[in-house]
């Protein structure tokens, strides 16, 4: 009787360790939350976005982090207050500096918000609102048709879709349009574990499938970029945020991964080859072609960084490449596969991913 007593409660336990959870609108961010996350080098990651199912245990203890950031969540009115207009309910964060490829339009974009709202009859966590400074001016744009992230509860097996829309006025003569579909599929759930959560923490993973095109237009004239994508995000009850994110590009049917962030504390962080801390002017640049066949790659340096510094890391972060002040790349004689490039310039610093 002792024996079955010891095996009912062994059983018993690891029922509770690896339990089916339900996430709800009281588990996303709410204003006052300052939410920290580390980023990932893509490259040589152990994440595989196939292992996914009933009573999964994800472990990604090995993430190495690269750099650090943090989303501050605000009012629209505490933000600023003609972003009040929004909806006094809305709350968000600052999702970037400058708008990106903003030297391409005719006014500056700047200090760059997204805000949200929980909304019931469905209930959702949903995009209500983009705000911006345009051309110094603080000015806030509601979405033609929310965005909606997450459909509670999330349970595991629920699939939701909807359409999205946001329409941005720069000047009299020209615009920016938003238009997407969002699919969200939970498609599996378990334990994670990750250098943050060293015990394994209950939690389900959400897959959204977006399908978006940004249009530009000057003077009648619009541009369309479709861009094509799939987030898949841990979420755990209680965490407001991620345990973990990871955001792929999406290429005819294939995924390739081009973000990872974890949910973590404050670190200190020491790259290889002497990159040491964190600065809080991270940006983000493109290289292309993707692949670059011929070994030639093409960097978007910002027309405002005179003096610069380029590191090509490979994939056992050894230093390939250093050049000052060339944008573009002679990789011709190294061996094809995923190469890391970090651009410096002052206090800013740029990470990019290479495909040779």
């Not at 999330?154 to 615009?175: C, H, M, P, Q, V």
């Not at 943050?196 to 237009?217: A, G, L, Q, Y």
């Not at 294939?254 to 040491?276: F, G, K, S």
Request: charged residues 15%; contains cysteine.
């Amino acid at each position: 009787m002792k024996q079955l007593l010891l095996i009912f409660s062994f059983f018993v336990c690891s029922v509770a360790a690896q339990a089916q959870i339900s996430i709800t609108s009281s588990d996303m961010p709410v204003s006052g939350d300052t939410l920290r996350y580390s980023f990932a080098n893509p490259i040589g990651s152990t994440i595989n976005l196939g292992d996914s199912g009933a009573s999964f245990t994800w472990n990604y203890s090995s993430l190495t982090p690269i750099r650090q950031s943090v989303d501050t969540y605000k009012t629209a009115l505490a933000v600023n207050i003609l972003y009040g207009l929004i909806s006094l309910s809305a709350y968000g964060y600052k999702v970037a500096d400058t708008l990106p490829g903003g030297s391409a339009l005719p006014v500056s974009v700047t200090q760059v918000y997204t805000f949200f709202e929980k909304k019931s009859s469905p209930s959702t966590f949903s995009a209500v609102a983009f705000a911006a400074k345009i051309a110094g001016v603080p000015t806030p744009f509601n979405y033609t048709k929310d965005d909606n992230w997450y459909y509670f509860p999330l349970n595991y097996g629920n699939t939701d879709s909807s359409n999205y829309s946001l329409n941005i006025s720069l000047s009299s003569l020209a615009s920016l349009k938003q238009a997407g579909y969002r699919k969200t599929h939970v498609d599996g759930w378990g334990t994670i574990t990750t250098p943050f959560f060293t015990t394994p923490v209950n939690c389900i993973r959400v897959r959204s499938e977006i399908h978006e095109i940004d249009s530009v237009s000057f003077g009648g004239f619009p541009i369309g970029f479709p861009r094509n994508s799939v987030e898949y995000k841990w979420l755990a009850t209680g965490q407001h945020y991620p345990i973990l994110w990871v955001t792929t590009n999406v290429t005819a049917t294939t995924e390739q991964i081009v973000n990872i962030r974890y949910r973590d504390m404050a670190r200190t962080i020491v790259l290889p080859n002497e990159v040491a801390g964190v600065t809080d002017n991270m940006l983000e640049i493109k290289a292309s072609p993707v692949p670059a066949l011929s070994g030639i790659v093409t960097l978007d340096i910002p027309a405002s960084w005179k003096q610069y510094h380029v590191d090509v890391l490979d994939i056992n972060s050894k230093r390939v490449l250093s050049v000052d002040n060339v944008s573009t790349l002679v990789l011709e004689s190294l061996p094809t596969g995923n190469y890391f490039a970090r651009i410096t310039s002052g206090s800013n610093v740029a990470y990019v991913r290479i495909v040779r």
